[in-house]
């Protein structure tokens, strides 16, 4: 299973009210069973964009994408999204979130009872038993966040993709969830795809990372592989060479080749 | 149910001012809830500290003021006028009136109360049947763009008309007053709602429904956990307009249609030149409409997540 997720010379034009926009176009990329992926770049280059191919959430205008063989035409639970803002249902408690996932996913072979099990341990999983009842209003932004990552999760997805997951954190509860979600991930061997701005969060995460140019037209300008060993220390890798050339090569493509020039 | 608890609430709040008024505190403001702390501190008052007076102050004392200027105001125009009656009078009228609320005399003289009662079943029908449809079509609307296609011109037509030009229709199809001013109800409250209802669905953050299209939600779990939730506070504005428009309605149709209604009562104590029990009728319907849209306000509150 070399190719799992497979993105073919996708092009995506957005049509606006000054007329057709392209935002990204030329893009190939496979990803293994099992690998981490980070995309990284300017804001506005089209990594959402790319993200919600994958998911299905838009369609290419020309290539083709394909996951585990089959092309995709849609969005479905064996894709699971941690969406950029949480996206958590303001009327459901944290349980009534996940459990939504849990029940569309699992109800046709499991009973009430071990749907509830695994609402309750995907919760656990992020470290939240203790606020399963509370809604969304009453519980801090990262606390969020854990909750669309819980209710990602729990629906066993074979591909998890996630839209700056970390982005609206403080760096301390960031740090703790990257952690987490590491462990999980190692854990459960789930194929993931995450959209960063983060060049310390993408190397400490990702097997490679995928380096996007800016936008319109934005392609993919480079893929840098990341091989460090697992599992790996946040406080360990500080003192890596490797490390920190892998941080250099990214800060370098950002910075130096892909500069925004100011607006 | 809701409607005799309605209606014992009027009472209740106007049954307080007969002392007021004796008092010559001159407060005849029955639909507003301050009036009843504003008498009971008096005493008290010295015992509050001074930001707790201070407040007391601000939020009594401009209402109290209003309607004491407006009683005063009332009574000096009716003192011009030989045919307005003055508070006093309307008063005592009142009181005459409410010792016996629910008398029947026949289908043309019954108590006020029975009138009163008739209005607001006569609304609760047309207003229950115009949310049983509107909310409903308004959920279609909002949810599918070739619904609102359809529908959208017939909508933009019919909803300016005013609500009288229904009756004729009404009279011509059921052959009868009475389902005649439930339909005039009917179709003039049924817009807000259909609309607010509309309008929410429209409205509702593309991130939810995104949620939806990634767990492939079926069409029924959408409306139950996504669409219901989020559309219900528009749908409650949409509820609290229509009741304002039926009350307004209902008064206006009654008068065309007669029957026992408070409408009808109107226009039968104009007939019979009883001024005073005109303006108690202002009151009434005043004063109902307002509990109408607090008690529905209360239940819009409950609902805001
Ligand atoms: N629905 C749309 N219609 C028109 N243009 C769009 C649409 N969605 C995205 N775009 C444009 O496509 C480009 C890429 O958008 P995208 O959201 O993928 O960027 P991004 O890399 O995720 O940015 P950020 O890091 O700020 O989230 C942007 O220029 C954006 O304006
Ligand atoms: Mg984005």
Request: glycine share 8%; charged share 20%.
């Amino acid at each position: 299973m070399s190719k799992y997720v497979h993105v073919e010379n996708v092009k995506v034009v957005f049509e606006t009210k000054n007329g057709s926009f392209t935002a990204i176009t030329d893009i190939d990329l496979s990803v293994q069973q099992g690998e981490f992926i980070s995309i990284i770049g300017h804001s506005g280059c089209g990594k959402s964009t790319l993200l919600n191919l994958v998911a299905g959430l838009i369609e290419p205008t020309e290539g083709a994408l394909f996951c585990s063989g089959r092309e995709i035409d849609g969005p479905g639970p064996e894709r699971a999204v941690v969406f950029q803002n949480h996206s958590l249902l303001p009327w459901l408690t944290c349980f009534g979130n996940v459990y939504l996932a849990v029940e569309r996913v699992f109800s046709r072979k499991e009973d009430k009872a071990s749907l509830k099990k695994r609402t309750n341990d995907a919760l656990e999983l992020v470290g939240l038993s203790h606020a399963t009842h509370k809604l969304p209003h009453e519980i801090s932004g990262g606390m969020k966040q854990r909750v669309g990552i819980a209710r990602a999760l729990s629906m066993q997805p074979k591909v998890l993709l996630l839209d700056e997951p970390f982005g609206a954190l403080d760096a301390l509860t960031r740090a703790n969830l990257q952690d987490e979600l590491m462990r999980i991930v190692a854990a459960s061997g789930t194929t993931s795809i995450m959209v960063t701005h983060d060049v310390d969060e993408a190397v400490l995460l990702s097997d490679r990372i995928v380096m996007m140019t800016n936008g319109p037209s934005a392609t993919i300008g480079e893929i840098l592989n990341v091989n460090l060993p697992r599992p790996r220390n946040r406080l360990a890798l500080v003192e890596n060479t490797e490390y920190t050339h892998l941080r250099s090569e990214v800060l370098k493509f950002l910075y130096e080749r892909q500069a925004k020039k100011a607006a | 149910m809701a409607v005799i608890s309605i209606n014992r609430k009027v009472k209740d709040d106007i049954s307080p001012s007969v002392i007021k008024v004796e008092n010559n505190v001159m407060n005849i403001d029955v639909g507003k809830s301050e009036d009843k702390k504003a008498e009971i501190p008096n005493k008290k008052i010295i015992l509050l500290s001074k930001s707790a007076r201070e407040f007391l102050f601000k939020k009594t004392f401009p209402p109290l003021l209003g309607v004491a200027l407006f009683i005063v105001g009332w009574a000096l125009l009716a003192q011009q006028s030989e045919n307005l009656p003055g508070p006093e009078k309307t008063w005592n009228s009142a009181v005459e009136l409410f010792s016996d609320p629910f008398y029947d005399n026949g289908p043309n003289d019954k108590g006020i109360g029975w009138n009163l009662l008739n209005s607001l079943q006569r609304v609760g029908i047309g207003f229950g049947l115009a949310a049983l449809i509107g909310i409903p079509v308004g959920f279609m609307i909002g949810r599918f763009a070739f619904f609102n296609g359809m529908t959208s011109p017939i909508i933009s037509l019919l909803r300016p008309v005013s609500p009288l030009a229904w009756l004729p229709i009404g009279l011509l199809v059921f052959q009868d007053s009475q389902p005649a001013a439930i339909w005039v109800i009917f179709i003039s409250s049924i817009w807000p709602m259909m609309i607010n209802t509309a309008v929410g669905v429209t409205k509702i953050p593309q991130d939810y429904m995104n949620v939806a299209r990634v767990l492939k939600l079926s069409e029924w779990k959408i409306f139950t956990r996504i669409l219901f939730p989020a559309v219900l506070p528009y749908m409650m504005t949409g509820v609290r307009l229509s009741i304002g428009v039926a009350w307004l309605v209902i008064v206006a149709a009654e008068m065309l249609t007669g029957g026992v209604g408070i409408g009808f009562w109107v226009w039968d104590e104009w007939n019979n030149l009883n001024v005073e029990h005109i303006i108690i009728a202002i009151f009434i319907i005043g004063i109902v409409g307002l509990l109408l849209e607090k008690f529905l306000m209360l239940i819009a509150k409950r609902f805001e997540y």
